[in-house]
């Protein structure tokens, strides 16, 4: 620990605020819970400078790399505001992995990115907890990733999160497909909550409201409104990639966050082409009607900050609509029919909504 020591009243890296001893005491803590998420193709160790993943020994013969990074955003003010840590690295991983999927990729690998003003070992380690915990549900290793301690950049107890996922697919199986056609079937896989988007609106309407963070939820009493907010981002990637597998219906899939359905679902439609919704065949969580009504926002201002209730949007050949629900069904997701693709011109919202959204 000399590192540590004032030598002839010169500086260390410790009194700049930056302790190396307390980084690498951490790294130890966290090896059991990046183990955890071994899979073929990566020993999932940490420790070294980069993380080494094999293709070939997770049984692909000709892939395609995708990769994924996102962050989670203001959600993060509300777990430093109430001390719960252990979900936004859920959150972290859902963000990029969801990505991934879309694309008809499965997720391989994750790694991370923690930066803080002054380490915390125990909050940190929550995080990196949940991080693992989201990595073994989407079924990828955790194989490395960077805590940075930068003091003056970040106040006390602030830290910033990012995340990156790398998946692949066999060469021509990629989404969404080119036979995406009108007539096809949209269907709505729901969400967990709000996910990781929308969360500066949110904050500003929890102000507005008077309601501390720390009181029951007024949409879910037996929580704290903290508690229920910090609900993670869904993981969409295990059903997904058992429907990819199971069925040749599935066209393209759109994960729906920031920008709402509006904004998403153009992004995997051809030209010519757009998506007719009925908002009445969707049920969003009471959170969102408490979101509405404690912030007076309007129905289309909603569709826009957040996902509503639809967390992924499958587009599925309509003779194979019910089989790829059924399938999703029985894989755990909560999945209804919502619409189909239409024929639209140039002058033509890209995605037209009838029916109003039926707020709890």
């Given at each position: 620990?000399?590192?540590?020591?004032?030598?002839?009243?010169?500086?260390t890296?410790?009194?700049?605020g930056?302790?190396?001893e307390?980084?690498?005491?951490?790294?130890e803590?966290?090896?059991?819970?990046?183990r955890?998420?071994?899979?073929s193709?990566?020993?999932?160790?940490?420790?070294?400078?980069?993380?080494?993943?094999?293709?070939?020994?997770?049984?692909?013969t000709?892939?395609?790399?995708?990769?994924?990074?996102?962050?989670?955003?203001?959600?993060?003010?509300?777990?430093?505001?109430?001390g719960?840590?252990?979900t936004?690295?859920i959150?972290?991983?859902a963000?990029?992995v969801?990505?991934?999927?879309?694309q008809?990729?499965?997720?391989?690998f994750?790694?991370?990115?923690?930066?803080?003003?002054?380490?915390?070992?125990?909050?940190?380690?929550?995080?990196?907890?949940?991080?693992?915990?989201?990595?073994?549900?989407?079924?990828?290793?955790?194989?490395?990733?960077?805590?940075?301690?930068?003091?003056?950049?970040?106040?006390d107890?602030d830290?910033?999160?990012?995340?990156?996922a790398?998946?692949?697919?066999?060469?021509?199986?990629?989404?969404?497909?080119?036979d995406?056609?009108?007539?096809?079937?949209?269907?709505?896989?729901?969400?967990?909550?709000?996910?990781?988007?929308?969360f500066s609106?949110?904050?500003?309407?929890?102000?507005?409201?008077?309601v501390?963070?720390?009181?029951?939820?007024?949409?879910?009493p037996?929580?704290?409104?903290?508690?229920?907010?910090?609900a993670?981002?869904r993981?969409?990637?295990?059903?997904?990639?058992?429907?990819?597998?199971a069925?040749?219906g599935?066209?393209?899939l759109?994960h729906?966050?920031?920008g709402?359905?509006?904004?998403?679902?153009?992004?995997?439609?051809?030209?010519?082409?757009?998506a007719?919704?009925?908002?009445?065949?969707?049920t969003?969580?009471?959170?969102?009607?408490?979101?509405?009504?404690?912030?007076?926002?309007?129905e289309a201002?909603?569709?826009r900050?957040f996902?509503?209730?639809?967390?992924?949007?499958?587009?599925?050949?309509?003779?194979?609509?019910?089989?790829?629900?059924e399938?999703l069904?029985?894989?755990g997701?909560?999945?209804?029919?919502?619409?189909?693709?239409?024929?639209?011109s140039?002058?033509?919202?890209?995605v037209?909504?009838?029916?109003?959204l039926?707020?709890?």
């Open positions: 620990m000399a590192e540590n020591k004032t030598t002839n009243g010169g500086l890296y410790a009194q700049a930056v302790d190396i307390a980084g690498n005491a951490l790294v803590r966290l090896k059991a819970l990046v955890a998420t071994r899979r193709g990566a020993d999932a160790e940490i420790g070294g400078f980069g993380g080494l993943f094999d293709l070939k020994a997770a049984g692909f000709d892939p395609v790399l995708v990769a994924a990074n996102d962050g989670v955003g203001t959600k993060l003010k509300i777990a430093i505001e109430t719960v840590h252990d936004v690295g959150d972290l991983v963000m990029s969801n990505d991934v999927i879309v008809g990729a499965e997720p391989l994750f790694l991370d990115y923690f930066a803080c003003g002054k380490l915390a070992g125990d909050v940190a380690y929550e995080v990196v907890k949940g991080i693992a915990t989201g990595c073994m549900e989407a079924g990828c290793a955790l194989v490395g990733g960077e805590t940075a301690e930068m003091p003056g950049m970040y106040a107890g830290y910033d999160l990012a995340g990156f790398v998946g692949a697919a066999e060469r021509g199986r990629l989404l969404p497909r080119r995406v056609a009108a007539g096809d079937v949209l269907i709505a896989l729901a969400s967990s909550g709000v996910h990781s988007n929308g609106l949110v904050r500003r309407i929890v102000a507005r409201s008077g501390s963070l720390q009181a029951p939820a007024p949409f879910a037996l929580q704290s409104l903290g508690r229920a907010l910090l993670p981002t993981i969409y990637v295990r059903p997904l990639l058992a429907a990819l597998k069925t040749g599935l066209k393209a759109a729906i966050t920031g709402g359905l509006p904004d998403n679902l153009p992004r995997v439609l051809p030209d010519g082409l757009g007719e919704i009925d908002l009445s065949r969707i969003p969580p009471p959170v969102f009607g408490w979101l509405a009504g404690a912030g007076g926002v309007a201002e909603m569709l900050a996902n509503c209730g639809v967390g992924m949007v499958a587009v599925v050949a309509a003779d194979e609509a019910e089989a790829v629900a399938l069904r029985r894989e997701e909560t999945v209804t029919t919502i619409g189909q693709i239409v024929p639209i140039a002058a033509d919202e890209p037209r909504f009838h029916g109003r039926a707020f709890s």
